[in-house]
């Protein structure tokens, strides 16, 4: 079947992390219609274009691409489509595809992104762990020092923290969460989309212990639920109310910081007219 030629430009395209089923139907569509693939590895791409009975050229673009590849790929979107594909999942998120993004954009070429697999949200969904407010941050370091500061700095914040990590680096980042974050809850996501899927959730000591016992194998998400928030005391309280009081009315103002405390908004509510002097 022929495929009309597609614009010229950048096409961001999400591949399959593990199942290859898990292609979109546009994704495929796109390169099939598309001039060219840049990609972290060509061998990896090559498998997933042969599994779709495409055949098209594979420009490789991976950490180690000089600016003269990139320039060479910018200049070949004046007159080509040309597909963004990272090894699995969504490129630009933990690779180096921003970069191209960015001057493509700079350079006024068309951009065009294809939502699809991720593995960071996939672990996120299957962990069981609070996912209103999350913060990606990438591999954890491997060095202990500076394992330690990320992890710091992700417990500072209320959200769950997910990362990515390595099987043989596993069972030491679980037992530095276990010393520095002994009340978190933990989860672990492995092969994911894959025969062997595994997502265990507990405290990071078990967890530790499970995976010393039966290592790991495959590419993982790793996930640290927030911490209990800090209870808020009364002359937080009082402080809160009257910030709200200078543009709310008092029913108004308590209803604010009983969403944002958890506080009892009929205590609140009292609380404010004595603040207003009603």
Same mark, same amino acid.
């Given at each position: ?29 796109t ?64 690779? @180096? ?5 960015? !001057? /493509?954009?700079? %350079?006024?070429?068309a951009?065009? +992104?294809? =939502?699809?697999?991720? *593995? ?7 962990s ?61 996501a ?12 507990g ?13 790991a ?13 800090? @209870? ?5 309280? !009082? /402080?809160?109310? %009257?910030?709200?009081?200078?543009? +709310?009315? =008092?029913s108004?103002? *308590? ?24």
């Amino acid at each position: 079947m022929a495929h009309e030629p597609l614009r010229p430009g950048l096409y961001i395209v999400a591949t399959p992390i593990g199942n290859l089923g898990d292609i979109t139907l546009r994704a495929a569509e796109t390169l099939a219609r598309c001039d060219a693939v840049a990609c972290e590895d060509t061998r990896v791409t090559g498998k997933l274009m042969k599994h779709l009975g495409l055949s098209k050229p594979l420009w490789r673009y991976d950490d180690h691409a000089s600016e003269a590849d990139r320039a060479r790929i910018l200049a070949a979107m004046q007159e080509k489509a040309v597909a963004l594909a990272s090894d699995a999942g969504t490129p630009l998120v933990s690779d @180096p595809g921003y970069r191209l993004v960015r !001057d /493509a954009r700079t %350079a006024g070429l068309a951009i065009t +992104a294809l =939502p699809g697999a991720c *593995a960071a949200i996939a672990g996120l969904t299957l962990s069981g762990l609070p996912n209103d407010r999350f913060l990606f941050a990438g591999f954890l370091p491997n060095k202990d020092k500076a394992r330690r500061e990320a992890l710091n700095d992700a417990a500072q914040m209320s959200a769950t923290a997910i990362f990515y990590e390595t099987a043989p680096r596993l069972v030491k980042s679980l037992e530095t969460i276990a010393e520095m974050l002994p009340d978190r809850e933990v989860s672990v996501a492995r092969e994911l989309t894959k025969l062997h899927e595994e997502c265990r959730t507990g405290r990071a000591e078990d967890l530790a212990a499970h995976y010393s016992a039966c290592p790991a194998k495959g590419e993982i998400v790793l996930m640290i639920g927030p911490g209990a928030a800090a @209870p808020v005391g009364d002359q937080d309280i !009082d /402080a809160l109310l %009257a910030d709200a009081l200078r543009s +709310a009315k =008092p029913s108004q103002a *308590a209803a604010q910081v009983a969403k944002a405390t958890g506080r009892d908004r009929r205590a609140l509510y009292a609380r404010a007219l004595e603040l207003r002097g009603v």
